[in-house]
């Protein structure tokens, strides 16, 4: 283990998670098998926390496919209300009950393609953590603005208002993924050093918000072309602590190539 690592484990209890967001792909039978594939390896990586997000209407089918494995199931998006007349929407409490334990939240493609707001997000996030659900919350910026200099100021703007009103106690309970949206399905990764200074930024604001205790407890996944080849180097950074891998958690062999980066 190296020396980062090492301070890593004895400094904190941040275990890696690596988590699949197969966005809007595959069809019931692949989905299925992707997931069984995954579970059927998941036991050769007890070091890490692991989960796949499927889409909605396959998660029932994914549930079943992970019983008994230790990989989480996680779903893409929630709404915020508990149920009414909200037509397509799917409430927190019906995830829980098809035995969701993750929510993937704030998502690039929701923010820009959706047009999801940070007030919106924050909406989610409450009423995911009431229903005991662990939000993964994404923040990121564009190339545009980390070309203007705003990488710092998007993030705390997304921060403050993404995960606002939160107690201490739900704020260890969320995890961050950092995605600068450049770096998504773009086959462009961030480099180790552009995503760790984002973490640690990260981590300040936590720090400046709550305490100490409470940033070095959350955990801050960095996502966009994660793979294999890329994925120990990235995962090897002081404030790294996951992945929330797209493309590559297609294939079983590079999701679990990429979890396999998280020990070394
Ligand atoms: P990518 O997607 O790994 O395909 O870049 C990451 C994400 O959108 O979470």
Same mark, same amino acid.
């Given at each position: 283990?190296?020396?980062?690592?090492?301070?890593?484990?004895?400094?904190?209890?941040?275990r890696?998670?690596?988590?699949?967001?197969?966005?809007?792909?595959?069809?019931?039978?692949?989905?299925?098998?992707?997931?069984?594939?995954v579970?059927?390896r998941?036991?050769?990586?007890p070091?890490?926390?692991l989960?796949v997000c499927?889409?909605?209407v396959?998660?029932?089918?994914?549930?079943?496919?992970?019983?008994?494995s230790?990989?989480?199931?996680?779903?893409?998006?929630?709404?915020?209300?508990?149920?009414?007349?909200?037509?397509?929407?799917?409430s927190?409490?019906?995830?829980?009950?098809?035995?969701?334990?993750?929510?993937i939240?704030?998502?690039?493609?929701?923010?820009h393609?959706?047009?999801?707001?940070?007030?919106?997000?924050?909406?989610?996030?409450l009423?995911?953590l009431?229903?005991?659900?662990?939000?993964?919350?994404?923040?990121g910026e564009l /190339?545009? +603005?980390?070309?203007a200099?705003?990488?710092a @100021?998007?993030?705390? #703007?997304?921060?403050? %208002?993404s995960l606002? !009103?939160?107690?201490?106690?739900?704020?260890?309970?969320?995890v961050?993924?950092y995605?600068?949206?450049?770096?998504?399905?773009?086959g462009k990764?961030?480099?180790?050093?552009?995503?760790q200074?984002?973490?640690?930024?990260?981590r300040? /604001?936590? +720090?400046?918000?709550?305490?100490s205790?409470? @940033?070095q407890?959350? #955990?801050?996944q960095? %996502?966009?072309?994660v !793979?294999?080849?890329?994925?120990?180097e990235?995962l090897s950074?002081?404030?790294?602590?996951?992945a929330?891998v797209?493309?590559?958690?297609?294939?079983?062999?590079d999701f679990?190539?990429?979890?396999?980066?998280?020990?070394?």
């Amino acid at each position: 283990m190296g020396r980062k690592n090492y301070l890593k484990e004895v400094l904190s209890v941040r275990r890696p998670f690596i988590a699949g967001n197969w966005k809007m792909n595959l069809n019931r039978r692949q989905a299925v098998e992707l997931a069984q594939a995954v579970a059927a390896r998941a036991a050769e990586f007890p070091h890490a926390d692991l989960a796949v997000c499927p889409p909605s209407v396959y998660l029932d089918a994914v549930g079943q496919a992970l019983a008994g494995s230790r990989v989480g199931l996680g779903a893409q998006n929630v709404y915020h209300e508990a149920s009414g007349a909200f037509t397509g929407e799917v409430s927190a409490a019906m995830l829980v009950d098809l035995g969701c334990r993750y929510c993937i939240l704030g998502h690039s493609e929701r923010r820009h393609i959706l047009g999801e707001t940070d007030e919106q997000i924050n909406r989610k996030l409450l009423a995911a953590l009431g229903a005991g659900l662990t939000p993964i919350v994404c923040v990121g910026e564009l /190339l545009s +603005e980390r070309e203007a200099g705003q990488t710092a @100021a998007v993030i705390r #703007r997304q921060f403050d %208002g993404s995960l606002a !009103k939160l107690s201490e106690p739900q704020m260890r309970g969320v995890v961050i993924a950092y995605e600068p949206v450049w770096a998504i399905g773009t086959g462009k990764v961030a480099t180790p050093e552009q995503a760790q200074e984002v973490h640690l930024d990260l981590r300040k /604001l936590i +720090e400046a918000r709550y305490n100490s205790g409470t @940033a070095q407890a959350v #955990r801050i996944q960095y %996502g966009g072309s994660v !793979k294999p080849s890329n994925a120990a180097e990235l995962l090897s950074q002081p404030d790294i602590d996951g992945a929330l891998v797209g493309g590559a958690s297609l294939k079983a062999d590079d999701f679990l190539g990429i979890v396999a980066g998280a020990s070394n």
